[in-house]
T-cell receptor, first 112, second 112 residues
Framework: DAGITQSPRHKVTETGTPVTLRCHQT?????MYWYRQDPGHGLRLIHY???????DKGEVSDGYSVSRSKTEDFLLTLESATSSQTSVYFC???????????FGQGTRLTVV | QKEVEQNSGPLSVPEGAIASLNCTYS??????FFWYRQYSGKSPELIMF????GDKEDGRFTAQLNKASQYVSLLIRDSQPSDSATYLC????????????FGRGTSLIVHP
């Protein structure tokens, strides 16, 4: 299995608070992605990175920001959590263009 | 219209039968195609990938790609109850971003 670790695995937070999810990989993969998975919507891309300090927005980026200061770490921040951001978040990594993607274990986030 | 379409199911098949899962995509320039399996509460895991037109077999699984008709399918022979899961189709489009785009998944139920 690819060494992709997400933390925390579960989190309950209050509306309006900032939240940071961490993805750490030991595979030296260049590409890293944050997706959220919701019933009826499937997996939707939030942000992605194609290298250190190189990031871009996905289809559902409003209310989220990311940072990648090292190859192995990709952070997702919810600037001010809302109930609509209750979801399962997956970190996904890929070694190169056009190849398969590997998933972290997921983070279940509940905003109350 | 979503870029990658799958019938949500559930698709119910008896044990030992062939399960056929289908996926269509909208970008004619798409290059790489993947099938993932996701058990309830778990992260998706890669089953197969296919890049060229035709069939690719791996054990009980066969992926079929038809770029002219823009569909990719997954056949599971000798289906087992342990194959019961949601199957996600993923496509990497052309254009340089190399972002996996996922369908919403098809739920497969294999009943004894």
């Amino acid at each position: 299995d690819a060494g992709i670790t997400q933390s925390p695995r579960h989190k309950v937070t209050e509306t309006g608070t900032p939240v940071t999810l961490r993805c750490h990989q030991t595979e030296n993969h260049r590409y890293m992605y944050w997706y959220r998975q919701d019933p009826g919507h499937g997996l939707r891309l939030i942000h992605y990175s194609y290298g250190v300090k190189d990031t871009d927005k996905g289809e559902v980026s409003d209310g989220y920001s990311v940072s990648r200061s090292k190859t192995e770490d990709f952070l997702l921040t919810l600037e001010s959590a809302t109930s609509s951001q209750t979801s399962v978040y997956f970190c996904v990594t890929g070694p190169s263009m056009n190849t398969e993607a590997f998933f972290g274990q997921g983070t279940r986030l509940t905003v109350v | 219209q979503k870029e990658v379409e799958q019938n949500s199911g559930p698709l119910s098949v008896p044990e030992g039968a062939i399960a056929s899962l289908n996926c269509t995509y909208s970008d004619r320039g798409s290059q790489s195609f993947f099938w993932y399996r996701q058990y309830s509460g778990k992260s998706p895991e890669l089953i197969m990938f296919i890049y060229s037109n035709g069939d690719k077999e791996d054990g009980r699984f066969t992926a079929q790609l038809n770029k002219a008709s823009q569909y990719v399918s997954l056949l599971i022979r000798d289906s087992q109850p342990s194959d019961s899961a949601t199957y996600l189709c993923a496509v990497i489009r052309s254009g340089g971003s190399y972002i996996p785009t996922f369908g919403r998944g098809t739920s497969l139920i294999v009943h004894p």
